[in-house]
């Protein structure tokens, strides 16, 4: 039952989120969502934060497993222009863009969930950093903006379209932005393609 129940709250949590936005995700509004006590919340979670935090980790644990089997054959920038732009929209639809922007958007005026929030982007950080050292490690493009460059630009990226999302209802400027990613990447291809190891071992030793 306390398993059951604990699963109850976490649905409950992101639905809230979701739908009515940290202002109104009370313990009330929760426990009611969930057909529980409220008292519950405190039981199994300590407070209402934890207990989102725990609905955003459910979410970002799915979120994961899912775009990690997204990006896993991308080879090129093209394929992955692309498959960011299947991340963008898995998450707006699936609701996880909504739980993040809330508890970001709640951070500005509660500095304790910063922290919370650091440690949790922190995974997404790596995640993109090893895809891009993945598909351009060793380029001339991974030499002039490093991977872990990139992946800094593209999670401040991400964390601006959460907020900007709610000021783009018809998501046609987001989806702008995707699609010039995607009109760009044919053209830094050059910049992508690896010399031969033989080119690269006699350059070394030419330069020894």
């Known amino acids: ?15 809230v989120l979701r739908t009515q936005g940290y202002g109104k995700a009370s313990a009330r509004t929760i426990a009611k969502e969930a057909g529980v006590n409220s008292a519950l919340i405190f ?9 989102l935090f725990a609905a955003l980790d459910r979410s970002s644990d799915e979120r994961m497993a899912m775009h990690t089997a997204t990006v896993a054959e991308c080879r090129t ?27 970001v958007a709640a951070a500005v005026a509660k500095p304790e969930l910063r922290g919370e929030i650091k440690v949790r982007v922190e995974p997404w950080m790596a995640f993109m950093e090893e895809t891009l050292e993945r598909v351009i490690g060793g380029t001339a493009l991974a030499r002039l903006t ?34 010039m990613v995607r009109r760009l990447a044919p053209r830094a291809r050059l910049l992508t393609l690896r010399r031969p190891v033989r080119l690269r071992r006699a350059q070394h030793r030419a330069a020894q």
């Open 43 to 51: 039981y199994h979670f300590g407070g209402v934060d934890p207990l």
């Open 146 to 179: 490093p991977p872990r460059d990139l992946a800094n630009a593209a999670c401040t990226f991400y964390l601006g379209v959460n907020l900007f999302t709610v000021l783009d209802a018809d998501r046609s400027r987001t989806d702008s932005v995707f699609a």
């Open 77 to 103: 920038l093209e394929e992955l222009a692309a498959a960011a732009t299947r991340i963008y929209r898995d998450d707006l639809e699936g609701g996880h863009i909504a739980l993040l922007s809330e508890l």
């Open 1 to 15: 039952m306390s398993v059951e129940t604990r699963e109850r709250l976490i649905a409950a949590a992101g639905a």
